[in-house]
Protein backbone atom coordinates (compact mmCIF):
# COMPACT_ATOMS: atom_id res chain seq x y z
CA UNK A 1 0.00 0.00 0.00
CA UNK A 2 1.41 3.21 -0.78
CA UNK A 3 1.19 5.87 1.70
CA UNK A 4 -0.64 9.21 1.65
CA UNK A 5 0.82 12.65 2.85
CA UNK A 6 1.24 11.93 6.48
CA UNK A 7 2.25 8.53 6.16
CA UNK A 8 0.88 7.29 9.64
CA UNK A 9 0.00 3.45 8.14
CA UNK A 10 -2.66 3.74 10.75
CA UNK A 11 -3.10 -0.26 9.96
CA UNK A 12 -0.10 -1.44 10.99
CA UNK A 13 0.22 1.36 13.68
CA UNK A 14 -2.88 -0.58 15.38
CA UNK A 15 -1.31 -3.86 15.06
CA UNK A 16 1.50 -3.09 16.86
CA UNK A 17 -0.53 -1.46 19.41
CA UNK A 18 -2.18 -4.23 20.04
CA UNK A 19 0.73 -7.06 19.89
CA UNK A 20 2.42 -4.65 22.29
CA UNK A 21 -0.09 -4.13 24.99
CA UNK A 22 -1.08 -7.63 25.07
CA UNK A 23 -1.53 -9.60 28.43
CA UNK A 24 1.82 -11.27 29.84
CA UNK A 25 1.88 -14.82 28.79
CA UNK A 26 3.39 -17.27 31.80
CA UNK A 27 6.00 -18.26 28.40
CA UNK A 28 7.34 -14.47 28.54
CA UNK A 29 7.35 -14.35 32.34
CA UNK A 30 9.80 -17.07 32.42
CA UNK A 31 13.63 -16.32 32.95
CA UNK A 32 16.41 -18.80 33.59
CA UNK A 33 18.63 -18.27 36.73
CA UNK A 34 21.38 -16.57 34.70
CA UNK A 35 19.21 -13.70 33.36
CA UNK A 36 17.83 -12.96 36.68
CA UNK A 37 20.92 -10.79 37.86
CA UNK A 38 22.45 -9.97 34.50
CA UNK A 39 21.57 -7.43 32.06
CA UNK A 40 19.11 -8.68 29.32
CA UNK A 41 19.69 -6.67 25.99
CA UNK A 42 17.58 -7.90 22.74
CA UNK A 43 19.79 -7.46 19.45
CA UNK A 44 18.57 -8.47 16.00
CA UNK A 45 21.49 -10.60 14.23
CA UNK A 46 23.68 -12.94 15.75
CA UNK A 47 27.46 -11.95 16.17
CA UNK A 48 29.39 -13.79 13.25
CA UNK A 49 33.10 -13.68 14.57
CA UNK A 50 34.36 -12.77 18.30
CA UNK A 51 37.67 -12.07 16.85
CA UNK A 52 37.86 -7.83 17.02
CA UNK A 53 40.47 -8.55 13.70
CA UNK A 54 38.07 -9.94 11.78
CA UNK A 55 34.28 -9.46 12.60
CA UNK A 56 33.58 -6.32 11.06
CA UNK A 57 29.37 -7.10 10.89
CA UNK A 58 27.67 -4.43 14.07
CA UNK A 59 26.95 -7.63 15.80
CA UNK A 60 30.59 -8.77 16.27
CA UNK A 61 31.47 -5.28 17.27
CA UNK A 62 29.08 -5.19 19.86
CA UNK A 63 30.62 -7.94 21.41
CA UNK A 64 33.90 -7.04 21.04
CA UNK A 65 33.02 -3.85 22.79
CA UNK A 66 32.44 -5.60 25.50
CA UNK A 67 35.17 -8.58 25.19
CA UNK A 68 37.85 -6.34 24.51
CA UNK A 69 39.96 -3.22 25.01
CA UNK A 70 41.43 -1.10 22.16
CA UNK A 71 44.76 0.94 22.80
CA UNK A 72 42.59 4.29 22.29
CA UNK A 73 38.55 4.98 21.91
CA UNK A 74 36.58 7.85 20.83
CA UNK A 75 34.68 10.32 23.15
CA UNK A 76 31.72 12.01 22.37
CA UNK A 77 33.35 14.65 20.52
CA UNK A 78 34.86 11.64 18.35
CA UNK A 79 38.60 12.39 19.12
CA UNK A 80 40.83 9.52 20.01
CA UNK A 81 41.31 9.25 23.96
CA UNK A 82 43.40 7.10 26.01
CA UNK A 83 42.48 3.19 26.95
CA UNK A 84 44.88 0.58 27.23
CA UNK A 85 47.43 2.80 25.95
CA UNK A 86 47.84 5.54 28.53
CA UNK A 87 49.43 8.02 25.92
CA UNK A 88 50.20 8.16 22.19
CA UNK A 89 52.88 9.89 21.05
CA UNK A 90 53.63 11.08 17.38
CA UNK A 91 57.65 10.80 17.53
CA UNK A 92 57.83 12.12 13.34
CA UNK A 93 55.03 12.41 10.94
CA UNK A 94 55.50 8.20 9.88
CA UNK A 95 56.08 7.09 13.71
CA UNK A 96 53.20 6.75 16.60
CA UNK A 97 54.61 5.02 19.95
CA UNK A 98 51.83 3.85 22.74
CA UNK A 99 52.72 3.59 25.68
CA UNK A 100 50.55 0.71 27.59
CA UNK A 101 49.03 1.29 31.03
CA UNK A 102 50.73 -0.71 33.83
CA UNK A 103 48.74 -3.90 34.86
CA UNK A 104 46.14 -4.46 31.95
CA UNK A 105 45.60 -8.14 32.32
CA UNK A 106 43.79 -10.57 29.81
CA UNK A 107 40.50 -12.49 31.31
CA UNK A 108 42.71 -15.78 31.87
CA UNK A 109 45.07 -13.39 34.27
CA UNK A 110 47.75 -12.86 31.89
CA UNK A 111 49.39 -9.19 31.30
CA UNK A 112 48.86 -7.51 27.69
CA UNK A 113 52.12 -5.94 26.76
CA UNK A 114 53.66 -4.51 23.49
CA UNK A 115 54.09 -8.02 22.05
CA UNK A 116 50.34 -8.62 21.90
CA UNK A 117 49.81 -4.92 20.30
CA UNK A 118 52.47 -6.07 17.96
CA UNK A 119 50.70 -9.06 17.12
CA UNK A 120 47.35 -8.03 16.82
CA UNK A 121 48.21 -5.12 14.55
CA UNK A 122 50.46 -7.39 12.66
CA UNK A 123 48.38 -9.71 11.44
CA UNK A 124 47.03 -7.17 9.02
CA UNK A 125 49.97 -6.91 7.27
CA UNK A 126 50.04 -11.00 6.94
CA UNK A 127 49.24 -11.42 3.13
CA UNK A 128 47.32 -15.02 4.18
CA UNK A 129 45.39 -13.01 6.43
CA UNK A 130 42.17 -12.67 5.54
CA UNK A 131 40.19 -9.35 6.92
CA UNK A 132 37.55 -7.07 5.38
CA UNK A 133 39.22 -4.34 7.91
CA UNK A 134 42.55 -4.70 6.42
CA UNK A 135 42.22 -2.00 3.99
CA UNK A 136 42.43 0.68 7.31
CA UNK A 137 46.15 -0.76 7.84
CA UNK A 138 47.27 0.25 4.28
CA UNK A 139 49.70 2.90 5.55
CA UNK A 140 51.05 0.59 8.24
CA UNK A 141 54.44 -0.73 7.26
CA UNK A 142 55.11 -2.48 10.67
CA UNK A 143 54.86 -2.71 14.43
CA UNK A 144 57.62 -3.02 16.61
CA UNK A 145 57.97 -3.62 20.62
CA UNK A 146 60.47 -1.21 22.31
CA UNK A 147 59.95 -2.32 25.44
CA UNK A 148 56.73 -4.51 27.02
CA UNK A 149 55.33 -1.37 27.78
CA UNK A 150 55.95 0.39 24.08
CA UNK A 151 54.77 -0.41 20.84
CA UNK A 152 55.61 1.76 17.82
CA UNK A 153 54.02 1.75 14.61
CA UNK A 154 55.84 2.53 11.30
CA UNK A 155 54.10 4.13 8.36
CA UNK A 156 54.53 4.65 5.01
CA UNK A 157 53.72 8.18 4.76
CA UNK A 158 51.88 10.62 6.85
CA UNK A 159 48.58 9.81 7.65
CA UNK A 160 46.79 12.22 10.21
CA UNK A 161 43.81 10.00 11.15
CA UNK A 162 46.03 6.54 11.87
CA UNK A 163 45.56 7.08 15.35
CA UNK A 164 41.30 6.07 14.79
CA UNK A 165 42.49 2.65 13.55
CA UNK A 166 44.35 1.90 17.08
CA UNK A 167 40.25 1.37 18.13
CA UNK A 168 40.42 -2.29 17.55
CA UNK A 169 40.57 -4.74 20.02
CA UNK A 170 43.89 -6.31 21.21
CA UNK A 171 44.14 -10.08 21.08
CA UNK A 172 46.55 -12.47 23.20
CA UNK A 173 49.79 -12.46 20.75
CA UNK A 174 49.45 -16.37 19.10
CA UNK A 175 45.77 -16.21 18.62
CA UNK A 176 45.21 -17.77 15.35
CA UNK A 177 43.22 -15.70 12.97
CA UNK A 178 39.36 -16.00 12.77
CA UNK A 179 39.67 -17.75 15.82
CA UNK A 180 36.86 -17.32 18.42
CA UNK A 181 39.31 -14.95 20.26
CA UNK A 182 37.34 -15.45 23.40
CA UNK A 183 39.60 -13.95 25.87
CA UNK A 184 40.16 -10.42 25.51
CA UNK A 185 40.77 -7.58 28.51
CA UNK A 186 37.40 -5.93 28.84
CA UNK A 187 35.04 -5.17 30.89
CA UNK A 188 33.29 -8.71 30.25
CA UNK A 189 34.58 -12.32 29.73
CA UNK A 190 33.21 -14.91 27.80
CA UNK A 191 30.60 -17.53 29.41
CA UNK A 192 29.06 -19.27 26.43
CA UNK A 193 27.69 -18.27 22.96
CA UNK A 194 24.37 -20.32 21.14
CA UNK A 195 24.27 -19.62 17.59
CA UNK A 196 21.79 -17.60 16.82
CA UNK A 197 20.31 -17.39 20.19
CA UNK A 198 22.77 -15.80 22.98
CA UNK A 199 25.96 -14.66 24.23
CA UNK A 200 26.64 -14.65 27.78
CA UNK A 201 29.62 -12.82 29.50
CA UNK A 202 30.53 -12.55 33.11
CA UNK A 203 31.66 -9.35 34.68
CA UNK A 204 35.49 -8.95 34.48
CA UNK A 205 36.65 -8.21 37.79
CA UNK A 206 40.45 -7.17 36.69
CA UNK A 207 39.25 -4.55 34.22
CA UNK A 208 41.71 -2.20 34.44
CA UNK A 209 38.92 0.86 34.56
CA UNK A 210 36.94 -0.98 37.17
CA UNK A 211 34.76 -3.98 37.25
CA UNK A 212 31.33 -4.06 35.53
CA UNK A 213 28.44 -2.67 37.90
CA UNK A 214 26.12 -5.47 37.05
CA UNK A 215 26.18 -8.59 37.48
CA UNK A 216 26.98 -9.12 33.60
CA UNK A 217 25.14 -8.86 30.37
CA UNK A 218 23.43 -11.38 28.04
CA UNK A 219 22.78 -10.62 24.18
CA UNK A 220 19.45 -12.31 23.26
CA UNK A 221 19.11 -12.99 19.16
CA UNK A 222 15.26 -11.91 18.46
CA UNK A 223 14.97 -11.34 14.74
CA UNK A 224 11.92 -10.06 14.47
CA UNK A 225 11.69 -6.13 14.85
CA UNK A 226 7.63 -6.76 16.98
CA UNK A 227 8.79 -9.93 19.25
CA UNK A 228 11.38 -7.57 20.31
CA UNK A 229 9.02 -4.65 21.40
CA UNK A 230 7.43 -7.51 22.96
CA UNK A 231 9.76 -8.85 24.92
CA UNK A 232 10.88 -5.35 26.67
CA UNK A 233 6.87 -4.80 26.93
CA UNK A 234 6.15 -8.54 29.32
CA UNK A 235 10.10 -7.61 31.17
CA UNK A 236 12.14 -10.24 29.38
CA UNK A 237 14.41 -7.82 28.00
CA UNK A 238 16.31 -5.21 29.98
CA UNK A 239 17.29 -3.29 27.35
CA UNK A 240 17.52 -2.45 23.41
CA UNK A 241 19.51 -0.15 21.85
CA UNK A 242 19.09 0.98 18.05
CA UNK A 243 17.09 -2.29 16.83
CA UNK A 244 13.34 -0.88 16.78
CA UNK A 245 11.88 0.39 13.83
CA UNK A 246 10.71 4.16 14.93
CA UNK A 247 7.04 2.99 14.88
CA UNK A 248 7.63 0.47 17.67
CA UNK A 249 9.36 3.17 19.59
CA UNK A 250 6.75 5.25 19.30
CA UNK A 251 4.08 2.33 20.74
CA UNK A 252 6.77 1.77 23.35
CA UNK A 253 6.57 5.42 24.74
CA UNK A 254 2.85 5.57 24.37
CA UNK A 255 2.86 2.58 26.65
CA UNK A 256 4.48 4.70 29.16
CA UNK A 257 6.33 2.16 31.56
CA UNK A 258 9.21 2.06 29.81
CA UNK A 259 12.39 4.39 29.33
CA UNK A 260 13.56 5.93 26.07
CA UNK A 261 16.72 7.45 26.23
CA UNK A 262 18.24 9.10 22.62
CA UNK A 263 21.31 10.57 21.79
CA UNK A 264 22.64 12.17 18.46
CA UNK A 265 23.91 9.35 16.15
CA UNK A 266 26.32 8.70 13.55
CA UNK A 267 24.37 7.27 10.43
CA UNK A 268 23.94 9.32 7.34
CA UNK A 269 21.11 8.62 4.92
CA UNK A 270 21.19 10.22 1.53
CA UNK A 271 20.65 9.68 -1.71
CA UNK A 272 23.66 8.79 -3.90
CA UNK A 273 23.95 10.98 -7.45
CA UNK A 274 25.87 9.11 -10.65
CA UNK A 275 27.91 12.55 -11.64
CA UNK A 276 28.98 10.76 -14.81
CA UNK A 277 25.44 10.47 -15.87
CA UNK A 278 24.95 13.48 -18.44
CA UNK A 279 21.60 14.76 -17.48
CA UNK A 280 23.11 14.49 -13.45
CA UNK A 281 26.69 16.39 -14.57
CA UNK A 282 24.21 19.63 -14.38
CA UNK A 283 24.79 20.90 -10.60
CA UNK A 284 21.71 22.49 -11.20
CA UNK A 285 19.75 19.40 -11.73
CA UNK A 286 21.54 17.88 -8.55
CA UNK A 287 20.57 21.17 -6.55
CA UNK A 288 17.09 20.89 -7.42
CA UNK A 289 16.70 17.51 -6.54
CA UNK A 290 17.84 18.07 -2.85
CA UNK A 291 15.40 21.32 -3.21
CA UNK A 292 12.87 18.95 -4.18
CA UNK A 293 12.80 16.69 -1.04
CA UNK A 294 11.04 16.95 1.77
CA UNK A 295 13.48 15.68 4.27
CA UNK A 296 11.65 17.73 7.11
CA UNK A 297 8.61 15.33 6.45
CA UNK A 298 10.57 12.21 6.19
CA UNK A 299 12.32 12.95 9.64
CA UNK A 300 8.64 13.78 11.04
CA UNK A 301 6.64 10.89 9.85
CA UNK A 302 8.78 7.88 8.84
CA UNK A 303 11.85 8.43 11.25
CA UNK A 304 9.03 9.71 14.28
CA UNK A 305 11.68 12.46 14.92
CA UNK A 306 14.75 9.69 15.03
CA UNK A 307 17.01 11.74 12.85
CA UNK A 308 17.74 15.31 12.31
CA UNK A 309 17.99 17.08 8.66
CA UNK A 310 21.60 16.19 7.28
CA UNK A 311 24.17 19.10 6.30
CA UNK A 312 26.64 16.38 4.84
CA UNK A 313 28.28 13.44 5.97
CA UNK A 314 30.05 14.74 9.12
CA UNK A 315 28.21 13.99 12.06
CA UNK A 316 27.27 17.45 13.92
CA UNK A 317 29.06 16.37 17.29
CA UNK A 318 32.53 16.04 15.18
CA UNK A 319 35.68 18.30 15.72
CA UNK A 320 35.65 18.87 12.04
CA UNK A 321 31.91 19.21 11.52
CA UNK A 322 31.13 22.69 9.65
CA UNK A 323 28.35 23.93 11.38
CA UNK A 324 27.56 27.01 8.90
CA UNK A 325 26.74 24.75 6.25
CA UNK A 326 22.87 24.25 6.24
CA UNK A 327 20.60 21.62 5.32
CA UNK A 328 19.39 22.10 1.59
CA UNK A 329 16.05 23.61 2.40
CA UNK A 330 12.75 22.42 0.95
CA UNK A 331 11.95 24.71 -1.86
CA UNK A 332 9.99 23.30 -4.66
CA UNK A 333 9.47 26.62 -6.66
CA UNK A 334 13.19 26.97 -6.43
CA UNK A 335 13.73 23.39 -7.82
CA UNK A 336 11.72 24.42 -11.14
CA UNK A 337 13.72 27.43 -11.60
CA UNK A 338 16.67 25.74 -11.65
CA UNK A 339 15.27 22.92 -13.78
CA UNK A 340 14.55 25.24 -16.39
CA UNK A 341 17.79 26.95 -16.41
CA UNK A 342 19.09 23.56 -16.65
CA UNK A 343 16.90 23.38 -19.95
CA UNK A 344 14.64 20.96 -18.50
CA UNK A 345 11.19 23.21 -19.22
CA UNK A 346 7.87 21.85 -17.96
CA UNK A 347 6.71 20.63 -21.18
CA UNK A 348 2.71 20.73 -20.56
CA UNK A 349 2.43 23.56 -18.22
CA UNK A 350 -0.07 21.68 -15.34
CA UNK A 351 -0.16 18.81 -17.18
CA UNK A 352 1.33 15.08 -16.61
CA UNK A 353 4.33 15.21 -18.76
CA UNK A 354 7.47 15.16 -16.88
CA UNK A 355 10.63 17.60 -17.05
CA UNK A 356 12.86 14.88 -16.95
CA UNK A 357 12.77 10.91 -16.15
CA UNK A 358 14.76 9.00 -13.63
CA UNK A 359 16.10 5.72 -12.37
CA UNK A 360 15.93 5.21 -8.02
CA UNK A 361 17.76 1.81 -7.04
CA UNK A 362 16.59 1.13 -3.55
CA UNK A 363 16.74 -1.71 -1.54
CA UNK A 364 13.82 -4.58 -0.75
CA UNK A 365 14.03 -3.54 3.19
CA UNK A 366 10.31 -1.89 4.15
CA UNK A 367 11.37 1.43 5.86
CA UNK A 368 14.21 2.72 2.50
CA UNK A 369 10.63 1.17 0.05
CA UNK A 370 8.36 3.61 1.93
CA UNK A 371 11.33 6.26 2.10
CA UNK A 372 11.97 6.11 -1.99
CA UNK A 373 8.15 6.22 -2.07
CA UNK A 374 8.25 9.50 -0.61
CA UNK A 375 10.87 10.33 -2.64
CA UNK A 376 9.61 9.58 -5.83
CA UNK A 377 6.20 11.53 -4.83
CA UNK A 378 7.95 14.74 -3.76
CA UNK A 379 10.31 14.78 -7.25
CA UNK A 380 6.95 14.38 -8.98
CA UNK A 381 5.86 17.58 -7.85
CA UNK A 382 8.64 19.40 -9.44
CA UNK A 383 8.27 17.67 -12.66
CA UNK A 384 10.77 14.44 -12.46
CA UNK A 385 9.47 11.38 -12.68
CA UNK A 386 10.82 8.68 -10.95
CA UNK A 387 10.93 4.92 -11.89
CA UNK A 388 11.30 3.46 -7.90
CA UNK A 389 13.13 -0.59 -8.34
CA UNK A 390 13.88 -2.23 -5.39
CA UNK A 391 16.71 -5.09 -5.07
CA UNK A 392 17.78 -7.44 -2.56
CA UNK A 393 21.09 -6.10 -1.22
CA UNK A 394 23.72 -7.75 -2.21
CA UNK A 395 22.10 -7.22 -5.95
CA UNK A 396 21.82 -3.03 -5.09
CA UNK A 397 25.21 -3.14 -3.83
CA UNK A 398 26.82 -4.63 -6.57
CA UNK A 399 25.38 -2.43 -9.04
CA UNK A 400 26.25 0.99 -7.54
CA UNK A 401 29.73 -0.50 -7.39
CA UNK A 402 30.08 -1.11 -10.92
CA UNK A 403 28.23 2.53 -11.24
CA UNK A 404 25.09 1.22 -12.95
CA UNK A 405 22.17 3.35 -11.39
CA UNK A 406 21.42 7.15 -11.52
CA UNK A 407 19.77 7.72 -8.37
CA UNK A 408 20.47 5.24 -5.00
CA UNK A 409 19.58 5.17 -1.74
CA UNK A 410 22.00 4.30 0.87
CA UNK A 411 23.51 5.13 4.79
CA UNK A 412 26.71 5.73 5.61
CA UNK A 413 26.93 4.05 9.21
CA UNK A 414 29.03 5.28 12.11
CA UNK A 415 31.00 7.99 10.44
CA UNK A 416 33.34 8.94 13.12
CA UNK A 417 36.30 10.51 11.51
CA UNK A 418 36.68 12.93 8.73
CA UNK A 419 38.99 10.84 6.62
CA UNK A 420 35.26 9.86 5.50
CA UNK A 421 35.65 12.54 2.84
CA UNK A 422 38.55 11.34 1.51
CA UNK A 423 37.42 7.50 1.22
CA UNK A 424 34.18 9.18 -0.09
CA UNK A 425 34.91 12.10 -2.08
CA UNK A 426 38.78 11.91 -3.68
CA UNK A 427 38.96 11.30 -6.82
CA UNK A 428 41.39 8.84 -6.04
CA UNK A 429 38.65 6.74 -4.15
CA UNK A 430 36.37 5.75 -7.32
CA UNK A 431 35.26 2.08 -6.94
CA UNK A 432 36.97 -0.38 -6.48
CA UNK A 433 39.90 1.53 -4.64
CA UNK A 434 37.32 3.55 -2.31
CA UNK A 435 33.98 4.85 -2.00
CA UNK A 436 33.43 7.91 -4.19
CA UNK A 437 30.78 5.86 -5.86
CA UNK A 438 28.91 9.12 -7.53
CA UNK A 439 32.26 9.88 -9.14
CA UNK A 440 33.27 13.20 -8.18
CA UNK A 441 36.06 15.13 -8.93
CA UNK A 442 37.18 18.47 -7.66
CA UNK A 443 41.12 18.75 -7.69
CA UNK A 444 40.54 21.86 -4.79
CA UNK A 445 38.83 19.35 -2.69
CA UNK A 446 41.57 16.66 -3.37
CA UNK A 447 44.01 19.31 -2.61
CA UNK A 448 42.27 20.49 1.11
CA UNK A 449 41.76 16.18 1.88
CA UNK A 450 45.59 15.66 0.88
CA UNK A 451 47.05 18.31 3.31
CA UNK A 452 44.31 17.17 6.27
CA UNK A 453 45.55 14.20 5.28
CA UNK A 454 49.10 14.79 5.92
CA UNK A 455 49.49 17.64 8.69
CA UNK A 456 48.82 16.30 12.62
CA UNK A 457 47.48 20.03 13.63
CA UNK A 458 44.30 19.78 14.38
CA UNK A 459 43.56 23.17 14.01
CA UNK A 460 44.99 23.09 10.48
CA UNK A 461 43.36 19.53 9.40
CA UNK A 462 39.83 20.99 11.34
CA UNK A 463 40.17 24.61 8.90
CA UNK A 464 40.67 22.29 6.10
CA UNK A 465 37.73 19.83 6.54
CA UNK A 466 35.24 22.59 6.84
CA UNK A 467 36.34 23.81 3.61
CA UNK A 468 36.10 20.76 1.85
CA UNK A 469 32.69 20.57 3.28
CA UNK A 470 31.16 23.70 1.82
CA UNK A 471 33.12 22.77 -1.71
CA UNK A 472 30.82 19.64 -1.58
CA UNK A 473 27.75 21.46 -0.22
CA UNK A 474 28.22 23.13 -3.15
CA UNK A 475 28.47 20.96 -5.52
CA UNK A 476 25.66 18.17 -4.60
CA UNK A 477 27.20 15.36 -5.25
CA UNK A 478 24.47 14.05 -2.81
CA UNK A 479 20.79 14.52 -1.86
CA UNK A 480 20.82 14.40 2.29
CA UNK A 481 18.22 12.74 3.79
CA UNK A 482 18.66 12.50 7.50
CA UNK A 483 21.29 11.87 10.15
CA UNK A 484 20.24 9.14 12.51
CA UNK A 485 19.19 9.83 16.53
CA UNK A 486 20.75 6.48 18.27
CA UNK A 487 17.66 5.53 20.49
CA UNK A 488 18.04 2.88 24.09
CA UNK A 489 14.82 1.71 25.13
CA UNK A 490 15.03 0.40 28.77
CA UNK A 491 13.17 -0.97 31.56
CA UNK A 492 12.69 1.70 34.61
CA UNK A 493 14.94 -0.43 36.83
CA UNK A 494 18.16 -0.31 34.28
CA UNK A 495 20.17 2.95 35.24
CA UNK A 496 23.17 4.79 34.75
CA UNK A 497 22.77 4.23 30.75
CA UNK A 498 25.03 6.30 28.66
CA UNK A 499 24.19 6.36 25.05
CA UNK A 500 27.24 7.80 23.09
CA UNK A 501 27.43 8.65 19.54
CA UNK A 502 28.71 5.22 18.56
CA UNK A 503 26.44 3.94 20.85
CA UNK A 504 29.01 1.69 22.52
CA UNK A 505 28.10 -1.32 24.32
CA UNK A 506 31.12 -0.97 26.01
CA UNK A 507 29.02 1.74 27.91
CA UNK A 508 27.17 -0.99 29.31
CA UNK A 509 29.36 -1.71 31.76
CA UNK A 510 27.97 1.72 34.12
CA UNK A 511 24.53 0.30 33.87
CA UNK A 512 23.02 -0.77 37.15
CA UNK A 513 19.98 -3.32 37.08
CA UNK A 514 17.92 -2.24 40.33
CA UNK A 515 14.64 -4.17 40.30
Not at 296 to 325: K, N
Not at 442 to 450: C, K, R
Request: hydrophobic share 45%.
Amino acid sequence: MTPRRGWAAPRLMATLTLLLLAPLTTACRDRTALEQPAVVVGIAVAPTNLDPRVGSDEASQRVHQLLHASLVRLDDRLQVVPEVAERLELRDPTTYAAYLRPGVTFHDGTPLDAEDVAYTFASFLDPSFLSPRKGAYAQLASVTVESPRVAVFHLREPFASFPVNLVMGIVPSGTPAGAPARIGAGPYRFVRMQADDRVELAPFSGYFAGAPRNAGVILRVIPDDTMRGLELQTGALDVVINDLAPDIVRALQQDGRLQVVTSPGLDYAYVGINLRDPVLADVRVRRALGMGVNSAAIIEHLRRRLAVPATGIIPPMSWAYAPDVAPTPYDPAQARRLLDEAGHPDPDGDGPGPRLRLTLKTSTAEFVRLQATVIQQDLARIGVAVDVRAYEFATLYADVLKGRFQLFTLQWVGVSDPDMLRRVFHSAQMPPAGFNRGFFTDPQVDALIDEATRTADLSTRTARYVEVQHRIAAAAPYVGLWTKVNVAVTQPWIHGLHLTPQANFAALRLVTKQR
